[in-house]
């Protein structure tokens, strides 16, 4: 099954609708038509069922998955049916999750072992102790189609071909053997990078931040775990239609399984989380020594997951960054602050 | 003015009221309660009153602030009233905030500057470059009163004494003359932490994840800038009753609206947005070479924002772990994965 998300205009301006493809067809199905039809049937009144309609099946894609078997009964029906009443044609595809969180970890070992090399540094030993991550901002996350801004203070922008995990259920202190019943389903992830700075950033030990945040795409659609084979996924990229990268999603150092069980020691992953596998071997310009420039074409395709297209912005321009402070023969800064 | 969140008992179990401290005085008032008030009193029937009012002031402090100026005026006029209808008594405050996102900072030189030699490293220089920041899970707030979890996995948590900087209104591309017009004001931050998986983690160069995303704690309420001195405020900790920790918060090496400028270059700060300072100096047992117990009281104190008072749980038993992957003479694992 695929769940997806498109743009529909209204008085109020465009608001995105939960779809799902119908099953042995390729045609889309708005899950909110669906329940409303289906409630009239059974007595509700016009209002009625778009009332409980529009509660069971909300724009937000997290929102909907919180509603747990309520919103997935919902969604395999809207599928099984494939009804022509509830069937969208010429369909803009949004981002089709809102994430709630999102973590990205680094589990293809020829990936992570280049850019320890890279960074001219050994790989270290907690690679292989467990899987570790970098927390993103949920917050902004782009779609299918959107322009990548590229910010002012990078000249090195960076796509990153990898695989989502969408968490469709609440858990927590799992194990590898009862994580996946956790796990909706997976979707394409481009973890867009400003290398420069995210490369400075790390001598800090704390992560990339301002190397990341501006921009994440997932997409096109969500693909459920049912549908994917454990032998793994063909994953490939292409820049300005050229081939960039090709490889398969199963040579990670951790499975999917050991990664969201891992992740749910001591927290609990909520619906809508989504956890990035990182980059997958060869699923970025450093470690083919290329690079991207403004306009480009970026293409991630992954077997039964579909094909993310974006394009990257013009850099930004003026914007405000800090001058470096002085420091004193001691090296510690000569002012110090608080508000101003 | 002050904002904070109180829970109160319905038939569908605990939820949260948004609460405003009443100007000139040390009382509570519901803002929901002032709104449907006001309503009825310019018209609106007991029904029309009541869903204006839970639709401008939901139980979510970040949806309330993304609400703007309709937000702020409300909470406002309920503070400037002070009417004892809307008092509230008896206040059980949970956390102030429920972030949209948490990013923390580390700007405090003597707390860096001591972690940084306490792993056996130099300062690096990015430190003095531009604020550098980790991101948190914005889904693991605890309020005041909450007990903090103790992961399985570490035998070393700690708190951190922080300075929370809440965003209020939605910005980009900001500086350091416009950046505090966003902020609503600063709340006490406890960013919890598992020292000993933490730097186990910060050697992937990818920062903390499982050592600091199981719990942070915010409250026990906002104060707003227009209440806070530009020369800085007193912070102290104490543990079971013992000072641990006096210091002031105007040490940083970056300025609140330096931090908040910062992060808004190339990304949209939301309302409900929370940012950190990071430790103050002297601000976690670290540095004091001290060593927290289950069961230990943790007091956070800062001038102008109150005290942040939890207790530590017991630690948590027979949660999975991974076995570290075997690897091969040339340092790769000897076996690769997807899915299980």
New interface residues.
């Given amino acids: 099954m695929r769940f997806a998300r498109q743009l529909v205009q209204t008085p109020d301006g465009p608001i995105a609708r939960v779809i799902a493809a119908g099953n042995g067809t390729d045609t889309w199905h708005d899950v909110r038509s669906s329940v409303r039809r289906r409630a009239r049937a059974r007595g509700a009144t016009t209002e009625g069922a778009l009332r409980i309609a529009e509660a069971l099946v909300p724009s937000s894609m997290s929102a909907a998955l919180a509603h747990g078997e309520l919103f997935l009964d919902a969604a395999r029906e809207a599928a099984d049916d494939a009804a022509e009443e509830t069937r969208v044609d010429d369909v803009v595809l949004t981002n089709a999750l809102d994430p ?2 999102y ?1 990205d970890y ?1 589990v293809f ?1 020829e990936h992570f ?1 280049f850019g320890f090399r890279w ?1 001219n ?1 050994p ?18 996350f782009l779609g299918p189609h959107d322009e990548i ?1 590229w ?3 990078t000249e090195r922008l960076d796509y990153e071909l990898e695989i989502g995990i969408v968490i469709g259920r609440t858990g927590t ?4 053997d009862t994580a ?1 019943d956790h796990v909706l389903g997976l979707t394409i992830l481009n973890d867009v990078s400003a290398r420069d700075i995210q490369a ?11 190397g990341k ?2 921009a994440c795409v997932a997409g096109p659609y969500i693909t459920t ?1 049912d549908e ?1 084979p ?4 063909r994953m490939t990229a292409r820049v300005n239609g050229e081939p960039w990268c090709d490889t398969s ?10 990664i969201v ?2 992740a749910s ?4 992953l ?1 619906p809508g ?1 989504l956890l990035g596998t990182g980059t997958c071997n060869g699923g970025s310009t450093v470690e083919i020594d290329r690079r991207l420039a403004p306009g480009d074409e970026i293409e991630l395709e992954v077997d039964k997951l579909g094909v993310l297209r974006n394009t990257l912005g013009r850099p ?1 321009t003026g ?4 001058a ?2 002085n ?1 004193e023969s001691n ?3 000569t002012t ?5």
């Fill in positions: 709630v969180s973590r680094m070992q072992s960074q540094k790989v270290p030993d907690v690679m292989y102790e467990f899987p570790v991550s970098y927390a993103g901002d949920p917050l902004t801004p910010p002012s203070y202190a799992l194990t590898p996946l400075r950033e790390m001598t800090s030990g704390l992560g990339p931040s301002k945040h501006f775990l994917i454990d032998d793994g996924l999603s199963a040579e990670m150092v951790w499975s999917v399984a050991e069980a891992w020691q001591a927290e609990i909520r989380a930004g914007s405000w960054r800090p470096a402070r420091r090296g510690h800064a110090l602050h608080f508000l101003r």
